[in-house]
């Protein structure tokens, strides 16, 4: 069976650090990958997305980046942080037809102070 | 565009109470999939259900069941017997068929809260 991880699961970071949030997938290949990011409030935010290693889409533009470095990893970075990258990250991964679902990692939690 | 709007903010009930969730969602297109996620405190979001455009038919799973009508564009969620455990923020969400990469738009999700 297929599983995500994401770490790590808490972050605290002062403004102005790097940032770099890693997730994996087991048990599947070749899947698209996608970053969230929810802040306070609710809304799912779509950042980055990949449909293969070195193939990255952002949909907002902003002080983030995202690299696909294997097939099953996904890293998303910032050289400085503000204050507004604070929020919830949420890595997921899907099967390459459109009609697949997608499937959420357990989350990082990014506190910027 | 896509749109999906999910009206109510949040719903309290007491435990064994029926809850329903609305979903509305605006497309052009004639295919289309809808989703429904469920974020529980720990902020994991569970994959609960997929209904393609073309089946209307509707489902139930244990306690919840799924309305879906093409006619009214709405993709309602019911809980029958509500439980604590039930507790937690729902996502409907919309895809397009033609994306091959798979965006997913979200409503703004819809906070349960079941009361013992």
């Known amino acids: 069976s297929q599983t995500i991880h994401q770490w790590p699961a808490t972050l605290v970071q002062p403004v102005g650090s790097p940032l770099s949030l890693e997730c994996t997938v087991e048990?599947?290949?070749?899947?698209?990958l996608y970053w969230y990011r929810q802040a306070a409030g609710r809304g799912l935010q779509l950042l980055f997305y990949s449909v293969g290693i070195g193939q990255i889409s952002s949909e907002v533009p902003q002080n983030l980046s995202a690299s696909r470095p294997q097939d099953r990893q996904f890293i998303l970075s910032s050289k400085k942080l503000l204050l507004s990258d604070s929020g919830f990250y949420l890595c997921?991964?899907?099967?390459?037809?459109?009609?697949?679902?997608?499937?959420f990692g357990p989350g990082t939690r990014l506190t910027v102070l | 565009a896509q749109k999906v709007t999910q009206a109510q903010t949040e719903i309290s009930v007491v435990e064994k109470e029926d809850v329903t969730l609305d979903c509305v969602y605006e497309?052009?297109?004639?295919?289309?999939?809808l989703f429904w996620y469920k974020q529980p405190p720990s902020g994991e979001l569970v994959f609960l259900i997929r209904r393609n455009s073309f089946d209307e038919q509707n489902e139930i799973s244990g306690r919840y069941s799924w309305n879906f009508q093409k006619s009214t564009s709405s993709f309602n969620f019911t809980i029958t017997a509500s439980q604590v455990v039930d507790s937690a923020v729902y996502f409907c969400?919309?895809?397009?068929?033609?994306?091959?990469?798979?965006?997913?738009?979200f409503g703004a999700g819809t906070q349960v809260v079941v009361t013992p």
């Open positions: 048990g599947t290949s070749n899947p698209n």
């Open positions: 997921a991964w899907s099967g390459p037809t459109s009609y697949n679902e997608q499937f």
């Open positions: 497309t052009r297109d004639t295919t289309y999939y």
């Open positions: 969400a919309l895809r397009r068929t033609t994306d091959s990469w798979g965006k997913l738009q």
